[in-house]
């Protein structure tokens, strides 16, 4: 069928649906079920994928974790370019940028007032240097968001294992939070180490958080349990196949009083928060740069790729600068790879060649209204691209089929699905069918939880009809994205 006389369909249908929706006070979309996101952090799920840069001294000692006796003047980057950091960014498809503004040994990238271990102590730019301040700017040039890791733990704090520790940290987070614009996520790492008296800090989470809300309230909060979005578990890039954005956090907290691995990995069945999963890894085998280190192959980033976006999660990749304070050009022209790579695999959408769409129900199928009927059929989640519009079964349906028709055989092995999260997370089991030659279905899939994205490995097939079938869901089914793509790159078919 010709895609402009559907997309035509498509706009018809939905204005008579809006016309519907004004004189049918009966119609009723699908109620929320359990927690929702927030507008911010569904505007967060949907960046996908985003950029970490570990920098520090750290970058100069070799280091991963410094003991805070570094002296200032060891940070000295001979050519900062935050400009250059920004355009790999856009380069690679990421939306936004989080910084390392504070690691463990307590050295600040900007000039805070409530520490003597920062840039402003250093010989870098005669003391005058703000990498923030470069970054930040250099993000807003480039329509990239603006993040920030603070770490709570300090190993340069002289009142670090004490109750005034607590004070100085929202200082910090004050300096830090309104001086460089919008920062779309807060990133608290959960790591907890003595202090110069021999004492663990008592952090104050509630405190920590607030901070941040009241100066950035639009802000999503990292950390092992939020409450913006949490850790996934491991730094190998490798999400839970099974993957609820429900988190129970009452009785925990970051760092050692965190969740198991296991349960941040998959999430909690009937978690009572909106938590969703973010995937922080690294491009290079450590965290900050060393010279004797290379980057994934690509590979191994599509790898990564399919075990994060594509199991429900957000992709942080840390591309770590280097002592010039630039972007490695392997790293860069690796992450040019990377993206041409994901263009060419989900460049065409073949379920959007399917001449026949049907289901085996739709949100008021029995309706004598066809304008009403029309606006939950299943050919919006696939030929409309408006985030907003989606199938949706009758309330009482949660285990429904979606089949594909095709003049002539197709052949995929990918499937893309997607719920419509502002309404909640849903499906817990599903799988995928394709007709053989001789007229009967056989399964290529099986799976359990869908979420924001769900991007199904399978072996190449090839066949005129395709069924994705819902077996269970917890509320009636609301899909918003149906895909089918070729990828002809990875070099892998399960995962």
Known sequence: MNKRFIKLIVAAVCFCCSVQAQDEPS???????????????????????????????????????????????IFNP?????????????????????????????????????????????????????????LSDACRKADLKFGVYISPWDRNAPTYGSPAYNETFLQTLQSALTQYGPIYEQWFDGANGEGPNGKKQVYDWPAFNGQVYKLQPNAVIFSDVGPGCRWMGNEQGVNGRTCWSRLDIAGYEPGALAPTQDTLNVGNYNGANWIPAETDVSIRPGWFYRDSEHPKTLQELLKIYYTSVGRNSLLLLNVPPDQRGRIATEDSARLVEFRQALDQIFADDLAKHSYIVSTSNYRFQDSHSEELKNQYKTIYAIYDDDYDIYWATDDSVHSAYVELEYVRPLTFNRVLLQEYIPLGQRVEQFHIEVMNEDGTWRTIAEETTIGYKRIVLTEKVTTKKVRIVIDKSRACIVLNKIGLYLDTISKFDTL
């Open 78 to 134: 001979t050519a900062l370019n935050c400009d250059q950091w920004a355009a790999v960014a856009k380069s690679a498809g990421f939306k936004g940028i989080i910084i390392t503004a504070k690691h463990h040994d307590g050295f600040c990238l900007w000039p805070n007032p409530v520490s003597e271990h920062t840039v402003a102590q250093s010989n870098w730019r005669n003391g005058q240097g703000d990498v923030l301040r470069e």
């Open 27 to 73: 119609v009723a979309p699908p109620k929320p079920f359990g927690p929702v996101p927030t507008a911010a952090q569904l505007a967060w799920q949907q960046m996908e994928m985003n950029m970490f840069c570990h920098f520090g001294p750290n970058t100069f000692t070799g280091k991963e974790w410094g003991d805070g006796t570094e002296i200032e003047d």
